[in-house]
């Protein structure tokens, strides 16, 4: 519930206290699982009198499988994230591989392995969780409370007060500003570790921490909702998100991410998952984007603004502050990933959080053919030009069922998902679209058709993804439209311009991208468990 004189609701996630559900209510107490099968013994593992709960209850919806065979034998073996205590590498349910050689700044492979499940994987969940330390302590029951991990990237509390009356007379548009708050615009009823916090803010950047707000931490002298002095307090759990372009679909997956690793750093009690929560985004914008349907997978409510509470007091009971999408070595967005290493059990866990909670499957097949999507760019720069040749060329090859896709406004974002989930070989020319590959199966490639020189971007993140990746590689059957400008500084840039690309070198490609994908042993496994015809089953 959210009390006082409140223009529309907000909107967050957070970490609950207290018990589960009324097993009465209309949604049902275990409604807020909502969890991909193979993440459920992660879950439960944690949460063991809640599985014992389930098992005993015929009204539980995940009875049955906690009963079932491959679910004990899991179970018994051993599963977990691999970020709590006592979780061995065995049991992890991550299952990244380093198959390159150990280059650069590692001594061994094992260092090689280590080194890419702390930068990339659920070991950077781990040392957050590690490294997080109270920055205000609570004396008392109705004491607020502060806990941050290291440079305040991450951080969560119980009964603040963020004092927004200031805002009511500013005017100009609030995005990647860090004087939203000032001193004692922010503060609780605790026992403030100054000079611990002191000592954390050294990632002074929009997007980089929560340092530019939680520097003007204050001790309240009274609990400030028992004090009555807000004029609105959040009850529900609440997110406040800092988040980058909403309309890229490379930047906003940053905000997704890093909210999704948040709630693994936050996972104390079984209702993390819960999407009755509160969103505030930290902007004076409106929020609008073609990927807002992803909000669905984490609040069922309205989406909230500063503006929403500008010049009010507000209050949150329980509040977290999420990993911000530009951090400094961070994910995904500067994420130093090392040489020879590929295949984050996070990404992986991400992906399959998503579609799970859009109800996104992989449709029955009626036949083997591999399935092609090629993305179509409807800009003015890096238009493919002979586009309508090379998809002929593919698409006269019997093997193939291939189709040509933009992904515009027209077609919602649940649509496009529904497109990649069920796409075997994606292809693209450099842009934002190609962040699709979060979402294609563990088989696929992704066929960067020209990188622009830019040749990392892409192939990072989809050594995070666990894909297969290929690009361009004669530059002389590549033919660019002219040099290519940068709008706003008189330079070239590749990014700038148009192609066309020798037809035969296309189909060579597709031909190796189609052999990838056949030797791959997932789609080995998918075509000997699915007949043609039938889905195949979500499997533990």
């Known amino acids: 519930m959210v009390r006082g004189m409140l223009p529309t609701t907000v909107a967050v996630i957070v970490v609950l206290t207290g018990h589960l559900p009324d097993p009465g209510a209309c949604d049902g107490p275990y409604s807020h699982i909502d969890l991909p099968k193979a993440h459920l013994p992660m879950y439960f593992r944690r949460f063991p009198a809640l ?43 991550s299952n990244h591989s380093c198959p390159g050689s150990h280059v650069g700044y590692v001594k061994s492979k094992q260092a090689q392995l280590d080194t890419f499940y702390s ?157 009755d929560t509160q969103v505030l985004v930290w902007e004076s914008f409106r929020y609008s984007s073609p990927f807002a349907e992803t909000f669905k997978v984490f609040t069922r409510n309205p989406i909230a603004d500063l503006k929403t509470f500008a010049g009010r007091v507000v209050c949150f009971r329980n509040v977290m502050f999420p990993l911000p999408p530009r951090m400094i070595f961070g994910l995904y967005y500067n994420t130093p990933i090392i040489h020879g290493c590929e295949n984050s059990g996070l990404f992986h866990a991400f992906s399959e959080h998503v579609l799970h909670r859009l109800r996104v499957r992989i449709a029955k097949r009626t036949d083997h053919r591999l399935r092609i999507t090629f993305l179509s760019r409807q800009t003015r720069h890096r238009r493919v030009l002979n586009e309508n040749e090379l998809i002929a060329e593919i698409s006269a ?102 192609y066309a690309f020798d037809v035969r070198e296309f189909e060579r490609l597709v031909g190796r991208a189609a052999n990838q994908v056949r030797q791959h042993v997932e789609f080995q496994r998918f075509l000997g468990k699915s007949s043609v015809g039938q889905p195949p089953k979500d499997e533990l």
Request: glycine share 6%.
């Open 51 to 93: 599985e014992k709960q389930c098992a005993e209850d015929e009204r539980c919806p995940y009875r049955t499988l906690i009963a079932s065979e491959s679910y004990q034998r899991r179970r018994n073996s051993g599963c977990c994230w691999g970020y709590e205590d006592g979780c061995t590498v065995k049991e992890r349910f």
């Open 119 to 275: 930068q990339a994987d659920f070991g950077f969940i781990r040392d957050q969780i590690r490294e997080t330390r109270i920055m205000c302590e609570p004396q008392f029951p109705h004491d607020s409370s502060l806990e941050c991990s290291k440079y305040l990237r991450f951080c969560r509390g119980r009964n603040l007060m963020l004092n927004f009356t200031d805002l009511a007379q500013r005017t100009e548009p609030l995005r990647y500003k860090m004087d939203v708050l000032g001193p004692g615009q922010i503060g609780g009823h605790c026992a403030l570790h100054t000079e611990r916090l002191q000592d954390e803010l050294q990632h002074i950047s929009p997007l980089q921490s929560w340092g530019p707000e939680l520097r003007f931490f204050e001790r309240l002298e009274r609990p400030p909702i028992e004090a009555g002095s807000c004029d609105v307090v959040i009850d529900k759990p609440a997110f406040i998100m800092k988040i980058d372009a909403a309309i890229n679909m490379y930047h906003h997956f940053c905000d997704f991410l890093n909210l999704y690793g948040s709630l693994h750093v936050n996972l104390s009690h079984p209702m993390t998952y819960t999407t």
């Open 397 to 498: 090859n019997p093997e193939y069922d291939v189709q040509r896709v933009s992904f515009g406004h027209e077609l919602s974002f649940l649509e496009q998902l529904k497109i990649t989930r069920n796409t075997d070989i994606f292809i693209g020319i450099h842009g934002a679209g190609l962040t699709h590959l979060l979402f294609l199966p563990k088989w696929a490639t992704l066929f960067e058709l020209y990188h622009c020189e830019d040749p990392n971007c892409y192939r990072d993140l989809a050594r995070l993804r666990g894909v297969n990746y290929l690009s361009w590689e004669r530059d002389h059957l590549v033919y660019p439209e002219g040099e290519g400008k940068h709008p706003e500084r008189d330079e070239r840039h590749a990014k700038f311009t148009n």
